[in-house]
């Protein structure tokens, strides 16, 4: 009988052995298989916009080509995030120069609109909706600088799918059809938005077919007479119209006046890895201020989701983020420290001020804790690779939908602040500060990541994180993105401006119970919430094998396709 059973429980074993050849999964987290093709690759947070990209390489288009049908498909299919209205930037490897460029493509605030004049309207503060918060969308002037450099494709045929797509109507997805509900009934009264996106007054279910006939035709223009069409033809004049009749000072002349430009991106480096964020007016150096504090400790060891990690990560972000409250705005108006900033000097006596044993209280956390993105990431077969993210801020930006043109413009210049002799303070044709940061890795000169994380003030901690979960704990690209992250925040409420006794921790569930509880031992505030936590897509590149290996993660709609 002891023989029969042995040899039972002997073939059981096999048995699940055989059936159960399923991919790994971390402790705390499921995950699934990277993308992997050869010739080249698209991640976006939309499934047809990600197809789009691949569509446009498919044709002889390249990664600069596929990026921008790409955005355009997701200011179409994930209009609360991004779209023509809002503002976009890029780091660019670029395979016949070996070169990173950086383009910042944020828009300036009006220029007839001043600090005095706010004043005397009674506010302390550029209100979150309507006409005020309205600056210049730089996205098409940023798409055609892309193209005019890099570009293969006539836009005309870049855009065209999207041209089809609005016209016909696309199905909308499951995440995206809840963040649009959410902003209809908030934004019901926004001049121009029920008649630019709802259906006879409702947001789209998932899977409704929606049509954007205005944005058709918009893009129609601008494919047939260029960027000019945006800046100084009608769509111009429409908006500026718009904008007047609504109470804002967003002008003809400030449309007509807007530039892109081209910036060198910077960059530290972490455990032999070149990290590469772009310079303000944006945040991403604050990713680097955090790799070069967190490189002096011996992650690794730790362990991913461990408290003694979780705890550096949240100190190295607190002190990172009392400089980007201080520091970061836009560099034509001040003279900002950021070689200082990114220095391993700085960033080791930094360092010291970490207690290993308890939560530091007086931090102040800075602002801007919000925000509705889209990132996306194209490679192609000559080996150019695009990082490119594209935002109007909060979801749907500014709600002013100017009539007939299908987007809404963006509502940035809430990020000023009055505070005098701060940085950032509002002054008439200034870039406010900006939360989209892309970034990319190389190794050894050569291109290793592009990648990037959505989702307003998380956007740093998230490209750490990622980053440790490739680099020190050994994970591939889709398991960095699905692994559970977290978020400090400035106050009790996610919304919060300063960071108050603290701040609070906002994990997602998942985490274990002794993390948690040594994490409130060492008096951190721990609050749990369902979102907020970004949106991941990247592509690596493996130099052995010739390919490259995709990823998008699984808190949004996204895919990632290759070919």
């Known amino acids: 009988m002891k023989n029969i059973f042995i040899s039972q429980f002997i073939i059981i074993i096999m048995i699940t052995t055989l059936y159960s050849q399923d991919r790994p999964t971390g402790k ?26 691949i569509d446009i390489l498919k044709k002889g288009g390249n990664a600069t080509d596929a990026a921008i049908a790409a955005n ?16 976009l930037f890029v780091i660019l490897w670029d395979a016949k120069t070996k070169k990173l460029y950086g383009l910042n493509g944020s828009g300036r605030s009006p220029k007839n609109l001043t600090l005095a004049k706010l004043k005397e309207m009674g506010l302390d503060k550029i209100p979150i909706r309507g006409p005020l918060p309205v600056s210049v969308p730089g996205c098409v002037d940023g798409w055609f600088e892309l193209h005019k450099k890099f570009g293969k494709m006539p836009m005309n045929k870049i855009l065209a799918s999207t041209i089809d797509y609005a016209r016909n109507g696309f199905p909308v997805s499951e995440v995206i059809a809840n963040a649009w509900g959410n902003s209809v009934e908030s934004l019901k009264e926004s001049p121009g938005f029920l008649d630019a996106f709802s259906i006879n007054g409702k947001a789209p279910k998932k899977g409704e077919i929606f049509k954007n006939q205005g944005l058709a035709n918009t893009l129609e223009r601008i494919a047939n007479n260029g ?30 006046g807007h530039f892109s430009e081209w910036v060198e991106p910077v960059s ?13 007016n944006g945040q991403g150096i604050a990713a680097l201020q955090m790799l070069n504090i967190l490189e002096q400790f011996d992650i690794a060891s730790m362990g991913f989701g461990s408290e003694k990690y979780l705890h550096l990560l949240i100190e190295a972000k607190k002190l990172a983020y009392e400089d980007r409250a201080k520091f970061y705005a836009d560099p034509d108006f001040n003279k900002l420290p ?19 044993n308890k939560s530091a209280k007086t931090y102040s956390a800075g602002k801007l804790e919000e925000g509705d993105t889209i990132y996306l990431t194209v490679a192609d077969s000559e080996g150019n690779i695009v990082s490119f993210i594209q935002s109007q801020y909060w979801g749907f930006g500014s709600g002013l939908a100017p009539t007939g043109l299908g987007f809404t413009l963006q509502n940035r210049g809430e990020l000023f602040t009055f505070e005098d002799g701060h940085y950032n303070i509002y002054e008439p044709g200034k870039r406010p500060f900006h939360t989209i940061i892309p970034a990319f890795v190389t190794k050894d000169g050569k291109p290793f990541i592009s990648f990037g994380v959505m989702g307003g003030a998380m956007q740093p901690q998230g490209h750490v994180q990622v980053l440790i979960n490739i680099i020190d704990f050994g994970m591939n690209m889709q398991e960095a993105g699905d692994a559970l992250r977290i978020r400090h925040g400035g106050s009790s409420q996610p919304t919060g401006s300063i960071m108050k006794d603290g701040g609070v921790v ?45 990823a998008s993660e699984s808190r949004k709609d996204g895919m990632a396709a290759g070919y």
């Open 28 to 53: 705390n987290y499921t995950t699934r298989s990277e993308v992997i093709a050869q010739n080249g690759i698209a991640c976006t947070s939309q499934p047809l916009a990600t197809m789009v990209a």
């Open 72 to 87: 355009a498909m997701l200011g179409l299919v994930e209009p609360m995030s991004c779209g023509i209205g809002g503002d």
């Open 227 to 256: 960027r000019n069409e945006f800046y100084k033809g009608e769509t111009a004049k429409r908006i500026a119209a718009f904008v007047k009749e609504h109470g804002g000072y967003l002008s003809e002349d400030d449309l007509a």
């Open 268 to 280: 530290t480096s972490y455990r032999g890895y070149d990290v590469w964020e772009l310079p303000p």
């Open 338 to 356: 950021i070689e200082k900033l990114i220095s391993k000097e700085y960033a080791k006596n930094r360092a010291k001020l970490i207690d290993k």
């Open 506 to 550: 906002y994990m997602e569930s998942g985490f274990s119970y002794e993390t948690i509880r040594a994490l409130m031992d060492k008096e951190h505030k721990i609050q749990f919430l369902d979102g907020g936590y970004g949106g991941y897509q990247g592509i690596m590149y493996d130099y052995k094998n010739k390919v490259y290996l995709g």
